[in-house]
């Protein structure tokens, strides 16, 4: 493991083969800081629905403002079905909202700086 820079951090093992007792103390104190098992598991979940290029394509076609579905069907080529299906997928992970307008849905981010948190993400 590097350490700021080329620094190495070795392991110290005891006779038993496990960490030291520092060691140890240390990483529970890691552990700590760390989210639980629902929390993780409800973040993984977000990253799933933004780990599709069709779903990444609305996010960035709702930075600009609002959209209705039928604008997106349009922008992207896909059935209608399909860009529903991915809205309800976005939707569910917290990702954008609707709000219906006559027989139409029109779309908006729930969060404006989405897009360019998922850009720092893959610099």
């Known amino acids: 493991m590097l350490l ?3 620094q190495v951090k070795t392991c110290e093992i005891d006779d038993e083969g ?3 007792g520092e060691q140890i103390k240390k990483l529970r104190e890691i552990i700590a800081k760390i989210p639980d098992d629902k929390k993780l598991q409800d973040n993984s ?10 779903r990444l394509k609305i996010l960035y076609l709702l930075q600009d403002g609002e959209l209705c579905a039928c604008e997106i069907n349009a922008a ?3 059935p209608q079905s399909t860009i529903s299906h991915h809205l309800n997928v976005l939707k569910n ?3 954008v909202k609707g709000r219906k307008e006559g027989i139409w849905i029109h779309y908006k981010l729930v969060n404006l700086g ?4 998922i850009e720092n993400l893959v610099k």
Do not use: N
């Not at 979940?45 to 069709?54: Q, Y």
């Not at 989405?114 to 948190?117: A, P, Q, R, S, T």
């Open 76 to 78: 992207l080529e896909k």
């Open 4 to 6: 700021g820079g080329d």
């Open 93 to 95: 992970a917290g990702f």
């Open 114 to 117: 989405i897009v360019d948190l």
């Open 18 to 20: 496990k960490p030291c």
């Open 45 to 54: 979940e977000r990253f799933k629905a933004i780990s599709d290029p069709t």
